[in-house]
């Protein structure tokens, strides 16, 4: 049976002390709140990992990564490796978020390296792909997704890519306010679904969490989450307000 998940993704936002009191209330909330269905993972900027994953101890989240360097290890100033990242206890790692497809120009062959490079070190990727605008107006969102897909994923053997996490970002979502409806996100879900269909057989597509990304907040949680290959989401503004976060993980 697939995991539901809600994985916050805070971006370059918070100091440490706002990193720990979000922590903290994220925690007791969800401790108050007693839900035992749904895996929460935060992502939390880089310096702030190893202050994140002691709060494992006492809270039940996991503790995700933003990025990871395609490098293992080496003279590469500034990145941070996959093994770095699993001395620190993260479980989890986003790759291919838009932003850095976009603003750090990273191809499909970069995020499938950053992605082994995990899944060598157990961490598990939260793989993010979708359409821009542009795209779907010209009705090329499928086909932009599946050579997302494809190029990034379809190398993995089915062990590895049985622990990949997919999340569905449509790039015009996220951060605008303007979210896919649950009809776009579901048929892309499960579009994505039938990819994996043909390419891994039945049983790993039904195994495969495929997470909804794009202004998903505690308004419109539920009735995305309602949608039988919507299992869970990525949620970057409101993964930052403790309320908001835990409305979101409520919604299933
Ligand atoms: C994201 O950063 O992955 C995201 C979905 O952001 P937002 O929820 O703010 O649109």
């Given amino acids: 049976m697939r995991k539901k998940i809600v994985a916050g993704n805070w971006k ?41 994953t002691d709060f494992c101890q006492d809270f039940d989240y996991s503790i995700g990564a933003q990025n990871v360097s395609e490098y293992e290890k080496g003279a590469y100033t500034g990145e941070i490796s996959a093994e770095m990242l699993q001395s620190l206890n993260v479980e989890y790692c986003i790759v291919g978020h838009s932003e850095r497809r976009t603003l750090f120009h990273e191809t499909n062959e970069q995020i499938k390296l950053k992605m082994e490079n995990l899944l060598k070190q157990d961490i598990i990727p939260i793989f993010c792909c979708g359409e821009v605008l542009k795209d779907r107006e010209e009705n090329k969102h499928f086909d932009v997704v599946k050579k997302q897909v494809e190029e990034s994923l379809f190398g993995f053997q ?15 979502a996220i951060g605008t306010g303007k979210t896919a409806t649950a009809d776009q996100a579901e048929e892309m879900h499960a579009f994505i679904r039938s990819l994996i269909v043909e390419k891994y057989g039945k049983e790993l597509a039904r195994n495969t969490s495929i997470l909804y990304g794009g202004s998903c907040n505690a308004k419109n949680a539920a009735e995305l989450f309602a949608k039988e290959n919507v299992d869970g989401g990525l949620i970057g503004g409101a993964s930052l307000i403790a309320a908001d976060f835990i409305t979101i993980i409520d919604s299933f």
Avoid at 23 to 47: D, S
Avoid at 158 to 169: G, M, R, S, T
């Fill in 158 to 172: 089915p062990l590895d890519f049985n622990k990949i996490v997919i999340a569905y970002e449509p790039v015009w």
């Fill in 12 to 52: 370059m936002n918070k100091t440490f002390s706002d990193a720990e009191d979000l922590l903290q209330e994220i925690g007791e909330e969800l401790q108050a709140a007693n839900n035992t269905k749904v895996q929460v993972v935060i992502c939390t900027p880089f310096p702030y990992l190893e202050m994140a």
